[in-house]
């Protein structure tokens, strides 16, 4: 009884010393973020960076926390965090890209290439692609849908998009234009693929495969 009553004090002090620990100066010194360095942007501050980790350690650095701490930041799109060597953090920050305009009820928003929004300050490169939405409808889901015409379709240049009802409409090389069905999309890009490998699309200044 006397073993068992002095392994349970002993288990309670470990566990003690294990919670309290990061307090105690010899320990918080060693678990402290002493470096950390940031790749792929340079739009946060020391400020910034001081305040995403002020509460954290070296050894429980959160990714999944931090980045939560960073949605403010409407530029970043993810973060990745690497622990080099003790006390250095390298945090690897991917930025949102302008992917395309969408032109809707005579309005403008450039969106990233996930159908996010930016601000309207952000709206100066008129080299982006065009997307023109003739309906109301207008879906996160319909950026993914141009992308995926996009890479199907590697050697078109496109120069925009019309989505028009159950429509998407690419239009390239000026007055051409090519049309897949928006809901049935992966079918359309099927037919089209398998059409143009029989066919030169530079004789045609019209393909429908939205049927």
């Known amino acids: 009884m006397k073993k068992i009553l002095l392994f349970s004090l002993w288990i309670g002090l470990c566990a003690a010393l294990g919670y309290f620990s990061p307090t105690l100066p010899l320990i ?3 678990i402290s973020i002493k470096n950390i360095n940031v790749v792929g942007t ?17 050894f429980f650095v959160s990714e999944d926390r931090i980045n939560k701490k960073l949605r403010n930041f409407k530029f970043i799109d993810e973060v990745k965090i690497l622990k080099p060597q003790l006390g250095e953090i390298t945090i690897i920050v991917k930025e949102r890209i302008p992917f395309a305009i969408i032109l809707i009820n005579g309005k403008s928003f450039v969106v990233d290439e996930k159908g996010k929004l930016f601000s309207d300050k ?4 008129e080299n982006f692609l065009k997307i023109f939405v003739n309906d109301d409808t207008f879906e996160n889901e319909d950026i993914l849908k141009v992308r995926k ?11 925009n998009f019309i989505l028009q009802k159950s429509l998407i409409i690419g239009q390239f090389d000026r007055e051409k234009i090519i049309v ?3 809901k049935e999309l992966d079918e359309s890009i099927k037919k089209a693929k398998l059409f143009l490998s029989r066919n030169d699309i530079k004789i ?8």
């Open 28 to 30: 918080k010194d060693i």
């Open 204 to 211: 045609y200044s019209y393909l429908n495969f939205s049927f």
């Open 42 to 58: 340079d739009k946060l501050n020391q400020e910034d960076i001081k305040n995403i980790f002020k509460s954290e350690n070296w």
């Open 180 to 182: 897949f069905s928006r």
């Open 149 to 159: 015409i996009l890479a199907n379709f590697d050697d078109i240049t496109f120069n």
């Open 122 to 125: 952000e709206i100066n490169n």
